[in-house]
T-cell receptor, first 113, second 110 residues
């Protein structure tokens, strides 16, 4: 297992377009988290999955954002009608129910032009 | 007031200097991470602590649970240590999500 994998690593899109990011957590990690990091700030929590259930969503997650984890394995984060303010690093992390440690992906850097 | 505070926010050091970055938090935690982020790069986990002290190469991390404080030390700093260092605490209950500090931007000059 090579750790938490995120794709793509970089994405440039025009304002108004839809984008989708993917996160593959470590096998058998049932907890999966999405975070967003804007320039000069620390990452902020977006949403949390336990298995396939989305159990918590931040108020940062507007109606244009949707996240899924259909089979409790990989997860996707979709942003519809992107805005320049969506430009950020989107981070995924996963953890096992048996450990206090979470493992972070390398992130997907989104630039909306 | 942020739940995780880091200091300093920016730090410039000369090569070889001993560096300390501090993190204070106000919530109950199950673990604390120190993370490193290079410009334009992803996040790399340096340490995960729930108590005591850990050492890896020139990096040392300590945590005092009672005082809700952690420090990251870099001995014999090198220009390649230049990066943003982020403290992240994991909630002790609920969703166990992480709360991040805003990071310390370190620049080590040759």
């Amino acid at each position: 297992d090579t750790g938490v994998s995120q794709n793509p690593r970089h994405k440039i899109t025009k304002r108004g377009q839809n984008v989708t990011f993917r996160c593959d957590p470590i096998s058998e990690h049932n907890r999966l988290y999405w975070y967003r990091q804007t320039l000069g700030q620390g990452p902020e929590f977006l949403t949390y999955f336990q298995n396939e259930a989305q159990l918590e969503k931040s108020r940062l997650l507007s109606d244009r954002f949707s996240a899924e984890r259909p089979k409790g394995s990989f997860s996707t984060l979709e942003i519809q009608r992107t805005e320049q303010g969506d430009s950020a690093m989107y981070l995924c992390a996963s953890s096992s129910p048996f450990s206090v440690e979470a493992f972070f992906g390398q992130g997907t850097r989104l630039t909306v032009v | 007031k942020n739940e995780v505070e880091q200091s300093p926010q920016n730090l410039t050091a000369q090569e070889g200097e001993f560096i300390t970055i501090n993190c204070s938090y106000s919530v109950g935690i199950s673990a604390l991470h120190w993370l490193q982020q290079h410009p334009g790069g992803g996040i790399v986990s340096l340490f995960m602590l729930s108590s005591g002290k850990k050492k890896h190469g020139r990096l040392i991390a300590t945590i005092n649970i009672q005082e809700k404080h952690s420090s990251l030390h870099i001995t014999a700093s090198h220009p390649r240590d230049s990066a943003v260092y982020i403290c992240a605490v994991r909630e002790a209950s609920g969703t166990y999500k992480y709360i991040f500090g805003t990071g310390t931007r370190l620049k080590v000059l040759a």
